[in-house]
């Protein structure tokens, strides 16, 4: 499949407030959050991946092993712990997020040189699309 990896702007964000609502987030982060074009810097070292989502007011930086459940702490979003586990499923990077909030993870695939993201959590979805820089 196509490398995820590289540096990627959103073009498109679409329910991020229905996400973060259902991650229990407060009007006043909703409110910057939704304003901000984020990047995603996507790194690749062997079998290790970094994925950081950055931004003028905030990042996020997350980093795993395939197939290896790891604990995960969501710091500076809804500042929960989770236990993250990802693995590829086809050609979708997958991130199944089990802890107090039910039905939450992401999903990240290339297509027609986009990256897409569906972040879910608790029957909301939000859709975010990048391009390349
Ligand atoms: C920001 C700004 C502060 C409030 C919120 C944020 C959301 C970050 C998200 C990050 C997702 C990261 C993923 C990483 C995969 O490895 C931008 C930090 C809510 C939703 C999916």
Redesign the pocket.
């Given at each position: 499949p196509a490398s995820i990896c590289g540096t990627w702007e959103m073009i498109s964000n679409v329910n991020f407030e229905g996400y973060?609502m259902a991650l229990g987030?407060g009007p006043y982060?909703r409110k910057i959050?939704l304003r901000?074009k984020?990047k995603k810097v996507i790194e690749q070292h062997g079998d290790l991946y970094v994925?950081k989502?950055v931004?003028t007011?905030?990042n996020?930086t997350?980093s795993f092993k395939l197939n290896q459940e790891i604990e995960e702490f969501t710091q500076?979003?809804d500042n929960r712990h989770v236990k993250s586990l990802v693995t590829w499923e086809g050609n979708k990077l997958v991130?199944v997020q089990t802890g107090e909030k039910k039905n939450r993870g992401?999903t990240h695939w290339i297509e027609d040189d986009k990256l897409h993201?569906e972040?879910y959590c608790e029957g909301e979805l939000c859709r975010q699309v990048f391009k390349k820089k």
């Amino acid at each position: 499949p196509a490398s995820i990896c590289g540096t990627w702007e959103m073009i498109s964000n679409v329910n991020f407030e229905g996400y973060m609502m259902a991650l229990g987030i407060g009007p006043y982060l909703r409110k910057i959050a939704l304003r901000l074009k984020l990047k995603k810097v996507i790194e690749q070292h062997g079998d290790l991946y970094v994925i950081k989502t950055v931004s003028t007011f905030r990042n996020y930086t997350f980093s795993f092993k395939l197939n290896q459940e790891i604990e995960e702490f969501t710091q500076g979003l809804d500042n929960r712990h989770v236990k993250s586990l990802v693995t590829w499923e086809g050609n979708k990077l997958v991130c199944v997020q089990t802890g107090e909030k039910k039905n939450r993870g992401w999903t990240h695939w290339i297509e027609d040189d986009k990256l897409h993201l569906e972040l879910y959590c608790e029957g909301e979805l939000c859709r975010q699309v990048f391009k390349k820089k």
